[in-house]
């Protein structure tokens, strides 16, 4: 989907859902104690992604058919929201893997800044407004930590 000028809703509604997602995950989940501390510390993280995620499913609902072929664009969305954070899941003894938010981040400020220009495939506009909503829940849990 390419479009005429930058698209400012698509640009701020994913970090505002994932900033939705961390307030949940952080304020609103009871806190829960494990045997490690290191679990303990990462579950607020955990269930914000897990509302993330359910929040990301009732949201791709919501995609224009104008924007291209649904089912890429709803993969594209699953594939940013949930692939993209398996490395801070499953990469726990890794410190590159601690670091994670960085290049989610980053990748997607990059992205925002070139998306609405190129004649992108609804998979990658779905994988850009994942990112969009991981980046704001990154952020969110800065906040709310």
């Keep these: 989907m390419k479009w005429e ?3 400012l809703g698509l640009f701020a509604a994913p970090p505002l859902v994932g900033l939705a ?3 949940i995950g952080f304020l609103l989940v009871p806190e829960k104690s494990f045997s490690s ?3 303990t510390d990462l579950y607020p993280l955990y269930m914000s992604w897990f509302c993330l995620l359910g929040l990301t499913g009732l ?3 919501a995609v224009p058919q104008e924007w291209g072929d649904v089912k890429q664009m709803r993969f594209g969305l699953f594939a940013g929201t949930g692939v993209v954070f398996m490395p801070q899941i499953f990469g726990v003894a890794l410190t590159f893997c601690n ?3 960085f290049p989610v981040i980053a990748i997607w400020l990059f992205l ?3 998306q609405w220009k190129l004649n992108a495939p609804p998979f990658r506009t779905g994988l850009w407004l ?3 909503g991981l980046a704001g829940m990154y952020l969110g849990a800065f906040a709310f930590v």
């Design 5 to 7: 000028s930058p698209p």
């Design 21 to 23: 997602a961390a307030a």
């Design 37 to 39: 501390k290191y679990a």
């Design 59 to 61: 949201m791709m609902f």
């Design 99 to 101: 670091f994670w938010f």
């Design 112 to 114: 925002s800044t070139y």
């Design 130 to 132: 994942g990112l969009g």
